[in-house]
């Protein structure tokens, strides 16, 4: 079993920033990677960063220059730092977590999903 705990989301102002965290837990072996989706009504679902046990990253165009993710390999978490925020950056966010657990199992779980809102 494994879970995923989602915080950070809210309401901030153009140009602010939020800083997302999602900690994975349970029977996690390896968490060999770590994302975030978005999803907006009326958009598709886009997948914004993701992170390996490594500490490669990949952004969405649509974020790089703005959005970093960084990784807690001890505490299996990841925080999106989001900066200089639009309002097309609203949408509910979304963290995966792809894990090995200790018994060998590769798991792709997802968060519930955190509001984020981009708004004056």
């Known amino acids: 079993q494994v879970q995923l705990v989602e915080s950070g989301g809210g309401l901030v102002q153009p140009g602010g920033s939020l800083r997302l965290s999602c900690a994975a837990s349970g029977s996690i072996f390896t968490t060999n990677a770590m994302g975030w989706y978005r999803h907006a009504p009326g958009k598709q679902r886009e997948l914004v960063a993701r992170?390996?046990?490594?500490?490669?990253?990949n952004y969405a165009d649509s974020v790089k220059g703005r959005f970093t993710i960084s990784r807690d390999n001890a505490k299996n978490t990841v925080y999106p730092q989001m900066n200089s925020l639009k309002p097309e950056d609203t949408a509910v966010y979304y963290c995966?977590?792809?894990?090995?657990?200790?018994?060998?199992?590769?798991?792709?779980?997802w968060g519930q999903g955190t509001l984020v809102t981009v708004s004056s």
């Open positions: 992170i390996t046990i490594g500490g490669s990253t």
């Open positions: 995966i977590a792809f894990v090995k657990t200790y018994s060998m199992k590769a798991v792709e779980e």
